[in-house]
């Protein structure tokens, strides 16, 4: 009986995950993804020659332009630069619960952009200046004109905002050296007004610097620090891998079914292989795809942690809680397709009876969010007990920043395998029956009439 049952098990995997829909549809994904997470950092952090340009200013307040000078230097450029990446290095380091000495890669910048400016009077024409930015033959004369408002250093009033800049650019002029030029600018500008009210920017700027820190969580098993951005996404992403593993084996599992009814086929292997052998081989064979697809999502998706030394914020046990509620949901729906696919013999006779499934498999699928938001929740702890709802409930529990008690999980995989359980010998009751049955399609009175005869 195993030797048949592993048969039939290694036909449907291999007829499965050789297809060009498997290769394609599933495999193809993550597989684009990873390259692009791979790749990206490298495409960042490649730098292009350095830029060597000239900016048109006209400044009105004749106070900017010489903080200005000082803000396009090519050293200030470097200097905010460097501070830039320390702190997104810092942040990196806390995410990854590691200390600067820990991190012995060198941080690395774009080389600065060489900045002349070019001085227009405060009467020059707006309409000249904006010429000298389009290119006739070769490069234009300028790669950027700023216009600095009246306004920008002293308020027209006491209630009345401060004005600020206008700047045009070229086609020559790219995206670093743009945004180098706007954080100068913004740089100049706040030092013309805090020079104008007679105050430091230097001594101004190191009172106002506050370093930021991530919230520590206390918990009965210890502390830990909190990272809202994963801690929010992961009860999503682990609900999205569970229904996706679930509905890519269930729905396989119930058209393969139909299809080898219809054609006869079915017939030829029930005269080598007993019924209940046929059904457990398909199940166990779209168990093991469904794994394969949530081995490569979770793989692709730790080597994309990996290439940002992020890898220490997943529990391993959250893999090991994901291929559990797996196996119990996978039990609970294939089963179900595929007493609906024996019971059938077309796949549009089997749209009315796959309704109300999908519509079990959609609810939880599309609460899990919500039930990571708030884990703890009375809506969430009575869904984690109800069938089947309760093992996406708990997953997206589990992976939330709260987790649950062990008791709690432990219970619901204990009402995940007795609905199991309980749906796999429906699911053989009408396999047996359905399997040589032709004519009209049965409902689900019928069905259960099925399961009293059989």
């Not at 200097?79 to 997104?88: V, W």
């Not at 692709?300 to 196996?327: C, E, R």
């Amino acid at each position: 009986m195993i030797r048949r049952i592993f048969m039939v098990t290694r036909r449907e995997f291999l007829a499965t995950v050789t297809s060009k829909g498997f290769i394609l549809g599933v495999l193809t994904m993550p597989l684009l993804l990873l390259m692009v997470v791979v790749l990206a950092p490298r495409i960042m952090g490649s730098h292009g020659p350095q830029v060597h340009g000239t900016i048109a200013v006209i400044d009105s307040t004749g106070r900017v332009l010489p903080e200005l000078r000082i803000a396009l230097d090519p050293e200030q450029i470097a200097a905010r630069r460097m501070e830039q990446a320390r702190r997104e290095r810092a942040l990196q380091n806390e995410i990854a619960n590691r200390t600067d000495a820990e991190e012995a890669e060198p941080l690395e910048i774009a080389p600065s952009p060489v900045l002349e400016i070019d001085e227009h009077p405060a009467s020059a024409d707006l309409k000249a200046a904006k010429a000298s930015l389009v290119a006739t033959e070769g490069e234009p004369e300028h790669l950027a004109l700023a216009v600095i408002h009246d306004d920008a250093v002293e308020r027209r009033g006491p209630d009345a905002e401060y004005g600020t800049y206008d700047l045009y650019v070229s086609k020559s002029l790219n995206g670093d050296t743009e945004s180098a030029v706007h954080e100068a600018l913004k740089e100049a500008l706040v030092a013309a007004r805090l020079k104008s009210s007679d105050l430091n920017p230097s001594e101004i700027k190191a009172k106002t610097r506050v370093s930021g820190t991530n919230s520590i969580l206390v918990t009965a098993s210890g502390e830990r620090e909190t990272q809202r951005w994963l801690t929010g996404a992961l009860p999503f992403i682990s609900g999205l891998l569970l229904f996706m593993s679930v509905i890519a084996g269930g729905q396989t599992l119930m058209t393969s079914t139909v299809e080898e009814k219809s054609s006869r086929v079915v017939e030829v292997l029930l005269a080598a292989v007993a019924p209940l052998e046929l059904m457990w081989g398909k199940l166990i064979a779209q168990l093991c795809v469904g794994l394969l697809i949530v081995a490569v999502y979770v793989g692709s998706g730790m080597l994309s942690l990996v290439q940002f030394s992020m890898v220490g914020l997943i529990d391993p046990t959250l893999i090991v809680y994901l291929a559990v509620f797996y196996l119990l949901a996978y039990l609970v729906y294939g089963a179900l397709m595929l007493s609906i696919g024996a019971a059938v013999n077309q796949i549009a006779d089997a749209q009315s009876l796959l309704g109300p499934v999908m519509m079990l498999l959609l609810i939880p699928y599309a609460l899990t969010p919500m039930i990571g938001q708030a884990p703890n929740s009375p809506l969430s702890v009575a869904a984690s007990f109800i069938p089947p709802i309760n093992l996406f409930a708990m997953l997206a529990r589990v992976a939330s920043d709260a987790p649950p008690p062990a008791w709690q999980v432990w219970l619901t995989m204990l009402i995940g395998f007795g609905t199991a359980t309980l749906t796999v010998w429906f699911a053989a009751k009408v396999f047996r029956i359905g399997l040589l049955m032709h004519g009209k399609p049965p409902n689900l009175r019928t069905m259960l009439r099925w399961v009293r005869m059989a």
